[in-house]
Each structure stands twice: as C-alpha cells, then as structure tokens.
C-alpha cells in the first residue's frame, strides 16, 4: 500500500517568508509526528498528533512554528517569518499508536531558506 | 535535549565482517528502536525492543537492551556493501510522547 508522502520534496524560500510543509500519513495511522534534521544531524521531535486528542507542541522550537492535523489525516507544519536557522529537513512519520509501534517515515521536505 | 547517543559516530568494516554499534540514554524508557537512514532518504525501521526485553534478533540483526547501564547495541553480522547506511537509535520515555533520537552511527561496507 502507499506510505507516508510529503510535499514538496524541496522548498526554497526567501527569509521572511511564510512556508507550509504536507504530509499524507499512512490510512489507519492514528499517530503522527513531526521532525527536523539538520545536516549531518539527528532527529529533533517537533511535535506529535494522536487521535482528535490534543496534540503535543513541546518540541516546536518558536512560536513561528505550528502545525495541524485535519479530520485525523493529513497534517501541515507551517513556518511563518522563516529563518535561515530553519534551513533542514523537515520528516513526518506515522503510525498505529504511540507506544510499541514503528514509525512509518515519509521522504521529507527540504527546505533552504535564503 | 537529544536522550540517544550511539557510538561511534562512524564505522568503516569490509564485506563480510560484523559491524556494533552502541547507544546511551539518559531517562527509564518504554521502548527503544533502530532505525536506518540511507542518503537523503527517509528512516526505515529495523527492529524494536521493549524494556523488559534483554535481546532480540531479526535476521542478520541482533539488539541487547541493558536498562541497568541505559544502552543498546546493534549487531549487524556478515555485513554486505547495502548495508551502508546511517543507523540511529530511538527511545520513548515512560512519560510523554517524544521519541528522542540520537546523532547517528555512519556505517560504510566496503565491498
């Protein structure tokens, strides 16, 4: 079956400037998370969406950052005022729960701010 | 901060020879995983194992959990050149929702 999707796949953007990053989660995956990489570097939990609870924002590093999740499905990490420190990749993962589950990555969005 | 650590940050072994690699956490843990990362993709999981769990296998892969020492290792045996990959650990608290991943083991097999 498919897997996790994002989009785009690459984003350049000017600092400044609004971005908004797609993920289409695994169908039946009640869980989703958000990471950043940058270069050379490990995951950084950004934030987490379990069911129709609220989510878990503790890992956003600004209030620049947020994130949705509509009817359960697909989510939207927006970035507002983007800055060059944002420069990374951005990964989405999915899965059946929290606890004794893999998660299901998508390719990632890279995004370079300039 | 980061809770995962692996060592050694790179490892270069040629085909067919074993291949550890470690990794440290900080706090009591649910569960801890590896994950593979090949170049500028996404991660893929390997396997899973759960605190009350001292050793798993799957494959050519075997994984120990000391909770004592808080570490991990993964044993990858008769390694092939598609090994080649960043491997990374990742563990789940007992409390909150964050999975905290480490920095990352570079793996190159030569062929």
């Known amino acids: 079956g498919a897997g996790v999707s994002q989009s785009p796949s690459n984003k350049v953007t000017e600092k400044g400037k609004d971005v908004e990053l797609r993920c289409d989660p695994i169908?039946?995956?009640?869980?989703l998370y958000w990471y950043r990489q940058s270069l050379g570097q490990g995951l950084e939990f950004l934030i987490y969406?379990?069911?129709?609870?609220?989510?878990?924002k503790s890992g956003l590093p600004s209030d620049r950052f947020s994130a949705e999740r509509t009817g359960g499905s697909v989510s939207t990490l927006t970035i507002q005022r983007t800055q060059q420190e944002d420069s990374a990749v951005y990964l989405c993962?999915?899965?059946?729960?929290?606890?004794?589950?893999?998660?299901?990555f998508g390719p990632g969005t890279r995004l370079t701010v300039t | 901060s980061q809770q995962g650590e692996e060592d050694p940050q790179a490892l270069s072994i040629q085909e067919g020879e074993n291949a550890t690699m470690n990794c440290s956490y900080k706090?009591?843990?649910?569960?801890l995983q590896w994950y593979r990362q090949n170049s500028g993709r996404g991660l893929v999981h390997l396997i899973l194992?759960?605190?009350?769990?001292r050793e798993k296998h799957s494959g050519r892969l075997r994984v120990t959990l000391d909770t004592s020492k808080k570490s991990s290792s993964l044993l990858i045996t008769a390694s092939r050149a598609a090994d080649t990959a960043s491997y990374f650990c990742a563990t789940l608290s007992n409390t909150g929702n964050q999975f905290y991943f480490g920095t990352g083991t570079s793996l190159t097999v030569i062929p």
């Open positions: 706090t009591s843990i649910n569960n």
């Open positions: 969406f379990q069911g129709n609870s609220a989510p878990d």
């Open positions: 194992i759960r605190s009350n769990e």
């Open positions: 993962a999915s899965s059946f729960g929290r606890s004794y589950y893999e998660q299901y």
């Open positions: 169908s039946g995956h009640t869980a």
